[in-house]
């Protein structure tokens, strides 16, 4: 999700759910150590709970960065095990420490001396052509052993060679019964399951084998699935559930914010809610007013305007006072 769910992304999440847990996209270590973490690092304080998910391979500069993390704020440090690209192998880290299930226990270790907050890990079920259970087994068991009781399993192995990054998460197949044998052999562990989950039922069928789901981009292309969230699998009743109207102009108000506080332009908050209107009449135009770089001088309750125009029916303004997310 690098490149995607930047801070803005998140605060446009968190209109729709409340308690969901939020990721940041991937960080390296390295980047926080020798560049701008402030500024890799900062995020709105109306995400929380949000996790901060670290990319990286020597266990003295993640515990670095997971202190630089816990200073900042964020409530639990991830550690990326499964991102298949060129790019991240060539730093030695992602999908390729599963086969160092040692060096990623250390890792762990060393993060937890370093941090209070929960540290936690997400990989695949495999890399290439390992297909055998016995191996996110052993990895898994390894890497417990570095104090690390979370792990977010990528029902899909990872081909470090031959495959896009897309095409890892398409051609290699789901087996979503290793993520639920993983739960039942290591039952004291949380275990969570990743990878082709697209609708609010399949997360309820998963929920009853594993003790958690993660939902990446599907989330991003269609938010709308997360509406539901707080009531069905959090219990809480106690917020009338948002419309797109509310939810859109409360996201016009936060880039007002954002242009005003820190000069950023509505367009780059804008491309992460486009799949606001997803399936319905008019988003196609709708996303296209939204998207279009030469509306970018205007202000964005301008774009909002002209947005509207393509929204059947004519949408309402809608108070949002309620939609504004408590820090």
Request: proline share 6%; with cysteine.
């Amino acid at each position: 999700m690098m490149g995607w769910t930047d801070r803005h992304c998140r605060y446009f999440h968190r209109l729709l759910t409340r308690h969901t847990l939020l990721y940041t996209e991937m960080v390296t270590s390295a980047a926080l150590i020798h560049g701008n973490s402030a500024q890799l690092l900062r995020h709105n304080g109306e995400e929380h709970p949000v996790a901060l998910q670290l990319g990286g391979s020597e266990p003295s500069d993640l515990a670095r960065a997971a202190r630089l993390g816990q200073a900042r704020g964020y409530g639990e440090i991830n550690l990326n095990c499964g991102c298949p690209s060129e790019r991240v192998q060539r730093g030695a880290f992602g999908a390729c420490l599963m086969g160092e299930a040692p060096l990623v226990r250390d890792c762990i270790k060393a993060m937890r001396d370093a941090v209070d907050v929960p540290v936690t890990v997400k990989h695949r079920i495999g890399i290439d052509k390992i297909e055998s259970y016995d191996f996110v087994r052993d990895f898994v068991g390894t890497v417990a052993e570095g104090g690390c009781e979370v792990f977010i399993v990528h029902a899909r192995n990872a081909w470090l060679k031959g495959l896009s990054p897309k095409e890892n998460r398409e051609i290699p197949p789901l087996r979503y019964e290793l993520a639920h044998r993983l739960k039942r052999d290591f039952a004291q562990l949380t275990i969570a399951v990743n990878g082709g989950i697209t609708t609010n039922d399949q997360i309820a069928e998963h929920l009853t084998q594993v003790d958690g789901v993660m939902i990446g981009r599907e989330a991003y292309h269609n938010p709308w699935l997360m509406v539901g969230w707080d009531l069905r699998f959090y219990g809480d009743a106690s917020r009338p559930l948002p419309t797109r109207e509310a939810v859109e102009l409360a996201m016009v108000d936060y880039m007002e914010r954002a242009a005003a506080e820190d000069g950023v332009n509505w367009y780059s908050i804008a491309c992460h809610m486009l799949g606001l209107r997803h399936g319905l009449h008019g988003a196609r135009k709708w996303r296209q007013v939204w998207s279009d770089h030469r509306l970018k001088p205007l202000p964005p309750r301008e774009v909002w305007a002209l947005a509207q125009q393509h929204v059947a029916p004519p949408a309402e303004a809608v108070p949002t006072e309620s939609l504004v997310p408590t820090p």
